[in-house]
């Protein structure tokens, strides 16, 4: 697998990709440590708050050092577009497989086809459950307004 990585140096702040943007690439943190953030606009009407900004963004979930990620996204392939923002915290070195790639790995490798599959689905079902919560919060808040 190691020879169908591409590597990314990037800068801190640097978006790595965006909620909406095609989801074709798993990411292996090799140094760095890469904020997932959700877009939560559609509850939140910034224009209100922030003339001029349409987004609301709010930080999901942090990777570091050895972790992986977008593997929601490329794996379940549930609407092949990234459900979340990665933004890069520091300088950062990571390792990136297009899923086509990843595809021909895992298909020779059954058991780690089933685990990441297995990892995949935990994270998604985990995202889901803080969006649900931020969305019961920042709406909650709103109706205070």
Same mark, same amino acid.
């Given at each position: 697998?190691?020879?169908?990585?591409?590597?990314?140096?990037?800068?801190?702040?640097?978006?790595?990709?965006?909620?909406?943007?095609?989801?074709? +690439?798993?990411?292996?943190?090799?140094?760095?440590?890469?904020?997932?953030?959700?877009?939560?606009?559609?509850?939140?009407?910034?224009?209100?708050?922030?003339?001029?900004?349409?987004?609301? *963004?709010?930080?999901?979930?942090?990777?570091?050092?050895?972790?992986?990620?977008?593997?929601?996204?490329?794996?379940?392939?549930?609407?092949?577009?990234?459900?979340?923002?990665?933004?890069?915290?520091?300088?950062?070195?990571?390792?990136?497989?297009?899923?086509?790639?990843?595809? +021909?790995?895992?298909?020779?490798?059954?058991?780690?086809? *089933?685990?990441?599959?297995?990892?995949?689905? +935990?994270?998604?079902?985990?995202?889901?459950?803080?969006?649900?919560?931020?969305?019961? /919060?920042?709406?909650? /808040?709103?109706?205070?307004?």
């Amino acid at each position: 697998m190691i020879p169908k990585l591409k590597t990314l140096n990037l800068f801190d702040n640097d978006i790595l990709f965006s909620q909406g943007d095609q989801a074709e +690439e798993i990411f292996f943190i090799f140094h760095g440590s890469v904020l997932l953030y959700v877009d939560l606009s559609e509850i939140v009407d910034m224009q209100t708050l922030v003339k001029g900004d349409k987004c609301f *963004n709010v930080p999901l979930a942090i990777y570091s050092n050895s972790s992986y990620f977008g593997d929601n996204d490329v794996l379940l392939q549930r609407n092949g577009y990234r459900s979340i923002t990665g933004i890069c915290q520091g300088d950062c070195q990571i390792y990136a497989i297009k899923n086509i790639l990843l595809e +021909e790995v895992l298909e020779k490798n059954p058991k780690i086809q *089933n685990t990441m599959l297995k990892i995949a689905e +935990e994270k998604s079902n985990y995202y889901q459950i803080l969006k649900d919560e931020l969305k019961i /919060k920042y709406k909650s /808040k709103r109706a205070l307004e």
